[in-house]
């Protein structure tokens, strides 16, 4: 069973960048899709980025362009680069891993807190 522990949160102005970490434990990583997601204060869980064993992205509208999902095999990470950040992108941030077969999410980090204000 894998376990995720994300780390990287914090308080950036708008228009700055941060760059969130998930590390992984365990075995299968390298199988699974591993993906960020956010929630807001009142507000549903949301996709934020995705990447697939094989390589493949994707992003939610809201953030193409300015965020970077991108996964280490070997050190088992999974970063988010997030530039040109916006106020609206206050959230805890989550990663997780999906088995990719059936899909079904395995498990969920903590979270991490990020705050974009002045």
């Known amino acids: 069973q894998v376990q995720l522990v994300e780390s990287g949160g914090g308080l950036v102005q708008p228009g700055g960048s941060l760059r969130l970490s998930c590390a992984a434990s365990?075995?299968?990583?390298?199988?699974?899709?591993m993906g960020w997601y956010r929630q807001a204060p009142g507000k549903q869980r949301e996709l934020v980025a995705v990447?697939?064993?094989?390589?493949?992205?994707n992003y939610a509208d809201s953030v193409k362009g300015r965020f970077t999902i991108s996964r280490d095999k070997v050190k088992k990470m999974v970063y988010l680069q997030m530039n040109s950040l916006k106020p609206e992108d206050t959230a805890v941030y989550y990663c997780?891993?999906?088995?990719?077969?059936?899909?079904?999410?395995?498990?969920w980090g903590k979270g991490t807190l990020v705050t974009v204000s002045s």
């Open positions: 365990g075995s299968m990583f390298s199988f699974y899709t």
């Open positions: 990447s697939t064993s094989g390589g493949s992205t």
């Open positions: 997780n891993a999906e088995d990719p077969i059936v899909r079904n999410i395995v498990t």
